[in-house]
T-cell receptor, first 116, second 111 residues
Framework: DAGVIQSPRHEVTEMGQEVTLRCKPISGHDYLFWYRQTMMRGLELLIY????????DSGMPEDRFSAKMPNASFSTLKIQPSEPRDSAVYFC??????????????FGPGTRLTVL | GNSVTQMEGPVTLSEEAFLTINCTYT??????LFWYVQYPGEGLQLLLK?????DKGSNKGFEATYRKETTSFHLEKGSVQVSDSAVYFCALNTNAGKSTFGDGTTLTVKP
């Protein structure tokens, strides 16, 4: 398997523009997570889905952020409008619960977002 | 709620030194415990895990033992290499899909 795929790997945009980050989870995984990582705040969980349904979006910083999962193989995280403080590395991860109830998360390589 | 507390970094060691990174947790129920590693410019990847008390997870020379009595899961390696330089995250999961991560500990190994 190719692992979790994220695109783009790097994004540079100007303040006020819309940004869309994309993620393809590992086939067969039924959980999908979006994280944000910065030096100041560390790794933050933004939102996660189970079977394409959003379960917990309490980490989404504000209404400018939205996430969708239209099917089991694709998810997007959108920021509109973007602001300089959104600059970070955004990770997508996927997982499944094994027979023992253990959940190992598999992370993508991340998208490095810079908002000027 | 669940929480994970990791030893604060950064940690700097010489090659072949012994490594310990402390991790303690608070959780309801019986969590699975994990150590993830993040190399520069990459996402996190699983290093090792343990699913029940007294289990020992091991991989690439790293070990950690699930200690229920002390609610700990300390990471150890007997002889570190320069290639072990990375950020290490302790995490727990209580079967609800969502994991709780520690703040990460940066390890730098010097030749």
């Amino acid at each position: 398997d190719a692992g979790v795929i994220q695109s783009p790997r790097h994004e540079v945009t100007e303040m006020g523009q819309e940004v869309t980050l994309r993620c393809k989870p590992i086939s067969g995984h039924d959980y999908l997570f979006w994280y944000r990582q910065t030096m100041m705040r560390g790794l933050e969980l933004l939102i996660y889905f189970n079977n394409n349904v959003p379960i917990d979006d309490s980490g989404m910083p504000e209404d400018r952020f939205s996430a969708k999962m239209p099917n089991a193989s694709f998810s997007t995280l959108k920021i509109q409008p973007s602001e300089p403080r959104d600059s970070a590395v955004y990770f997508c991860a996927s997982s499944f619960l094994d027979r023992g109830g253990t959940d190992t998360q598999y992370f993508g390589p991340g998208t490095r977002l810079t908002v000027l | 709620g669940n929480s994970v507390t990791q030893m604060e970094g950064p940690v700097t060691l010489s090659e072949e030194a012994f490594l310990t990174i402390n991790c303690t947790y608070t959780a309801t129920g019986y969590p699975s415990l994990f150590w993830y590693v993040q190399y520069p410019g990459e996402g996190l990847q699983l290093l090792l895990k343990a699913t029940k008390a007294d289990d020992k997870g091991s991989n690439k020379g790293f070990e950690a033992t699930y200690r229920k009595e002390t609610t700990s899961f300390h990471l150890e390696k007997g002889s570190v290499q320069v290639s072990d330089s990375a950020v290490y995250f302790c995490a727990l999961n209580t079967n609800a899909g969502k994991s709780t991560f520690g703040d990460g500990t940066t390890l730098t190994v010097k030749p």
